[in-house]
């Protein structure tokens, strides 16, 4: 019963925006940490961004300045706001929380084309 949804996920041109969204189903996740996770063909997940229960954040360095995460507790909603993309940021991006078990979205795919 406890969902994790994404979406906003789609076709973009290099250079452009796109922001994700991760609506959470069944629990409150105000004292949980959440993640951004992506795949790209052919590579292992890995580890996109993250934000603490308190705020704090992590990204990694090649989406460091260029995304950012939030989260707002009273819509149970996570974002990711991408920017400046590119070519490498193609993948499924996946939705993620610890409360204290992993629970994972379904993922959205995100296409940038050059």
């Known amino acids: 019963q406890v969902q994790l949804v994404e979406s906003g996920g789609g076709s973009v041109q290099a250079g452009g925006s796109l922001k994700l969204s991760c609506a959470a189903h069944?629990?409150?996740?105000?004292?949980?940490?959440m993640y951004w996770f992506r795949q790209a063909p052919g590579k292992e997940r890995e580890l996109v961004s993250s934000?603490?229960?308190?705020?704090?954040?992590y990204y990694r360095d090649s989406v460091r300045g260029r995304f950012t995460i939030s989260r707002d507790n009273a819509k149970n909603t996570l974002y990711l706001q991408m920017n400046s993309l590119n070519s490498e940021d193609t993948a499924v991006y996946y939705c993620?929380?610890?409360?204290?078990?992993?629970?994972w979205g379904q993922g959205t795919q995100v296409t940038v084309s050059s």
């Open positions: 934000i603490s229960s308190a705020g704090s954040t």
């Open positions: 993620a929380a610890d409360c204290p078990y992993r629970y």
């Open positions: 069944g629990y409150s996740f105000s004292r949980c940490g």
